[in-house]
């Protein structure tokens, strides 16, 4: 798969599971995480250039996908992601919550979403 594919199945698959947690009955952990964390590991054995090619995420328009873009590219683009986190903190839903907990591991030295 292309740079750009891994890119779209990382983000669809964000937002299926967001979209999935509010449904009766789903497990979107299970389906949807599996997927855009593969992605994100598809990504990662490009180095540089796949980080490079999921900062495009950094701008997306659903909150979610750009949040979870930018908690796995704290280390490779630490201000623009720390930014967006910030910007995603500042609301009150699941996204919010989970930037802050980003926030929080990153500046207490416990992040490990990509050691590098």
Do not use: S
């Not at 983000?11 to 299970?30: H, K, L, R, S, W």
């Not at 994100?40 to 250039?49: K, S, V």
């Amino acid at each position: 798969m292309t740079l750009e594919g891994l890119v779209r199945e990382f983000a669809e698959n964000v937002a299926a599971q967001t979209d999935a947690i509010f449904q009766v009955g789903a497990a979107p952990e299970d389906r949807h995480g599996d997927r855009y964390l593969a992605a994100f590991d598809e990504l990662r054995a490009q180095g540089n250039a796949g980080r490079e090619a999921l900062c495009v995420l950094l701008k997306h328009p659903r909150m979610d996908v750009k949040a979870t873009a930018a908690a796995f590219l704290l280390r490779y683009r630490t201000t623009e992601a720390r930014a967006v986190l910030e910007e995603a903190a500042r609301g009150e839903e699941l996204v919010a919550f989970g930037a802050r907990q980003t926030l929080k591991g990153w500046d207490e030295g416990v992040w490990d979403l990509d050691p590098g």
